[in-house]
Every structure is written in C-alpha cells, then in structure tokens.
C-alpha cells in the first residue's frame, strides 16, 4: 500500500460526491434563492476531492502510526527474552490481531513482511525500510536506520532496539496528545464557520422578507459571495494553525 495516496472506492467517491451535491445545493438555496448558483460550486466540490484525500491519507497515516507505537513495545518485549526480529513479528501479530483486529494496517503489513521473509528470505530491515518509505512517516524511517545499523554492524540490538523503540514511542505519545489538545479547538473553529449559513437559514425561514433584500440583485450576490469566500478561508486557517508537528 503507498500511503502517499488514497484512492476511492465506487461507494466512496458515490457518497463523496452525493454528499457534497447535497451541501452545494443547500448553500445555493440559502444564499442565492436559486439552485442554478449549484453550477459554481461543481469546481469546488472536485477540488474538494483532493483536499478531503488529503484528509484520509492523514487519518490512515495517524492510525498506522498508533499502531506501530504498540508494535514497538511489543517486539521490544520480544527482544529482552532473546528472540529475533522474525520471531518478535510472529509474536507482535497475535497481540495486534486481538486489539486492531485482523484487518488493521499495521497487521497486514506486519504479515507482508512475515510471509517475505520465510517464503522468499527477504532481509528484515529492508522490508521495514521499505515500509518507513511508503508510509511516509519519519518514525518508522528512524526505527528502521536504528535496526539497520545495529544488524550491519554487530551492535546491541537488544539494548539498541529498546531505547529506539521508547524513544519514539514517547513521541509518538506526545503528538497523540498535542492532536487531541488541538481536536477541541478544529471543532470549535468549524462550528463557528457554519454560524453564517445558520443565521441566513433562521432568517430565511422566520422572516424571509427581512432577508428578501440579498435575493437577486448584484449587491446581494457579492455580499453572500464574500460571506461564503470569507467562511472557506477561516475554515482553511483554523485547520493550519490547528496543525502542530514534532
């Protein structure tokens, strides 16, 4: 799996685009009086398409990486009672399977490498390289160096394996935290960028002749335009700052 990349099922680019048809259509109604205004909005909701990938290649890279956490304290139990890397991926796998069940990234991964290294006797670290490299995560890069190196040179891997693997589990943990910590505030910033559209939808349905004044003329139109270019922009923002790397 290249996890640089997300491509959409049938049933999900089905609902992707009926969602967003629905959307489009709401806000036409809201803020123009008129679904033909649907047309300017087609543009964006295929642009849409990448940014929302974009969204799902980091919510599968976050769950990868979550579970490699715990991949990690499981071979580095492995290690201290003297098994190998082939050994420590066999016994990793059980405890993955029973917390992430059978289909979850890392155990497919985990069982890639597994049926790599006895059927065709593929080198353990390559394979796990190989795995920092699609993943794109440089966690995963680095536990694979540490592991590299210590079997290239003849290194305590047992003491080597261990210290890397706490390391970067301590970091994986305090980004875990820190996406949490930022959670609350993305959710808070997007319930505030839909207020706009809740105002004009409360005014549009209490008083509609108090709104009627926006409808069909250019002032009107530019007005609504700037609210809608105003709340996408703030929307974007707030998913920038909100985004914190270690």
Do not use: H
């Not at 069982?111 to 390559?126: Q, T």
């Not at 980004?175 to 959670?183: D, V």
């Not at 706009?196 to 108090?210: C, G």
Request: hydrophobic share 45%; net charge negative.
């Amino acid at each position: 799996m290249d996890y640089n990349d997300y491509k959409f099922s049938r049933e999900e680019r089905l609902k992707y685009y009926g969602l967003m048809l629905l959307v489009a259509l709401a806000i036409s109604w809201l803020m123009y009086d008129s679904i033909i205004a649907l047309v300017i909005f087609l543009p964006l909701i295929i642009f849409g398409e990448r940014y929302y990938k974009k969204l799902l290649i980091e919510k599968r890279r976050n769950q990868l990486l979550m579970e490699f956490k715990d991949f990690l304290y499981l071979i580095s139990s492995s290690f201290a009672l003297g098994r190998n890397m082939s050994k420590a991926i066999k016994e990793s796998l059980n405890g993955l399977r029973q917390v992430y069940g059978l289909d979850s990234l890392m155990v497919r991964e985990l069982e890639a490498i597994d049926n790599s290294i006895e059927e065709a006797n593929d080198l353990d670290y390559v394979l796990l390289e190989n795995l920092g490299e699609r993943s794109g995560l440089e966690d995963i890069c680095d536990f694979a160096k540490v592991y590299k190196n210590c079997k290239e040179t003849g290194g305590n891997i047992v003491s080597a394996v261990d210290g890397a693997a706490k390391i970067i589990s301590d970091k994986i943990e305090i980004e875990n935290n820190i996406r949490l910590a930022t959670s609350q505030r993305k959710t808070e910033g997007r319930i505030i960028g839909i207020m706009p559209f809740l105002i004009v939808a409360f005014l549009k349905l209490s008083s509609p002749d108090y709104i009627a004044v926006l409808y069909n003329n250019l002032t009107g139109i530019l007005i609504m335009s700037l609210c809608i270019g105003v709340t996408i922009v703030s929307l974007y923002l707030v998913e920038r700052i909100c985004r914190v790397e270690i």
